[in-house]
């Protein structure tokens, strides 16, 4: 039985991305693989070569590398998705003000605007824009096609009304209004829906990747408290098997203090089972034949 591989993932940005990388997985002859967005990495289980199933991902529109447990030197994306949302939210400050305070529309107020609100929507908006880009190569759209298209079309516009329309000419101003005039559309730009979309979008992004990264790294330490080994008893011989090369109908036998492999049923023997990383019961649970058990508890008496 072939070991399981472990691949790491970039480029997803959202749940429907981890769904497209596991079905092109799964097209691969004899793999069965899953894709957990959280940790952003797919296992997957066959005899098939690494660079398949790399070729695999890339045809989808993203990269992976197997996975290590070594740092990857990599700058850490955290970093530049903070610097880019701090860099963006101090130009749209000033941008959301002069448009929707009069008072402070000076003259000439709407290129200043242009000049904050242009780096913004491009250099910004560049993680959505990319994407979109490559989702619409592969004939996909996603989260980030509609944030793309809504950033570039409020930006496109207001350069038609500044450069063409009558938006560009001195002293011209904003107000809030409920309802747009007949024919003022020209004379109207939007900038600032472009910058503060971005903005907004990239706060959600940060403070998705944090949490992410955060569950993340709190299902890695859960999955390395599990046992990596199993004693399997096999034509009446015990042998100690690495976890993955476990399969289902198999016994196996847990001592005392040993913790539990994989989830089962007990066929042989009782034991009091500590249950607290699974349910948070602090007291264990007697067990006999017929009860199941859960994979990562720990037998603390009995056999």
């Keep these: ?6 691949l790491d993932i ?34 997957v289980v066959g005899d098939v070569s690494t660079e398949a199933l790399l070729k695999a991902i890339e045809s989808a529109g993203y990269q992976a590398a197997v996975h290590s447990e070594q740092p990857s030197g990599q700058p850490d994306p955290m970093i530049a998705l903070r610097h880019r949302l701090v860099i963006s939210a101090t130009a749209t400050i000033p941008v959301m003000v ?12 709407q290129w200043v605007v242009f000049a904050l609100a242009v780096p913004v929507a491009t250099w910004g908006a560049w993680p959505f824009h990319r994407a979109a880009a490559i989702n619409a190569r592969h004939g996909v759209a996603t989260m980030d096609t509609l944030i793309s298209v809504g950033v570039g079309a409020a930006l496109g516009w207001s350069l038609y009304a500044l450069f063409f329309g009558g938006a560009g000419m001195p002293g011209m101003t904003m107000t809030l209004e409920l309802f747009g005039q007949p024919g003022g559309g020209s004379h109207e730009i939007y900038l600032e829906v472009a910058a503060a979309v971005t903005t907004f979008m990239l706060l959600g992004r940060y403070l998705e990747h944090r949490a992410k990264r955060d569950a993340g790294a709190a ?47 007990i ?37």
């Design 1 to 6: 039985m072939a070991l399981p591989i472990q």
């Design 10 to 43: 970039e480029g997803m940005t959202c749940a429907s991305c981890a769904t497209r990388i596991e079905k092109a997985l799964n097209k691969v002859d004899g793999v069965d693989a899953s894709v957990n967005y959280a940790t952003e990495q797919a296992t």
């Design 98 to 109: 002069l448009s929707m305070v009069p008072p402070f529309q000076f003259l000439y107020w």
């Design 219 to 265: 299902l890695r330490a859960l999955m390395k408290s599990g046992a990596k080994e199993a004693t399997v008893l096999r034509d009446g011989v015990e042998k100690l098997l690495p976890l993955a090369m476990v399969k289902r109908g198999d016994v196996m036998v847990v001592r005392p203090g040993e913790r539990i492999p994989t989830d089962g049923e």
């Design 267 to 303: 066929t042989e023997g009782a034991a009091a089972i500590d249950t607290s990383m699974m349910t948070g019961e602090s007291v264990p649970v007697e067990v006999t034949v017929g009860d199941t058990v859960l994979g990562g508890t720990i037998n603390t008496s009995g056999s």
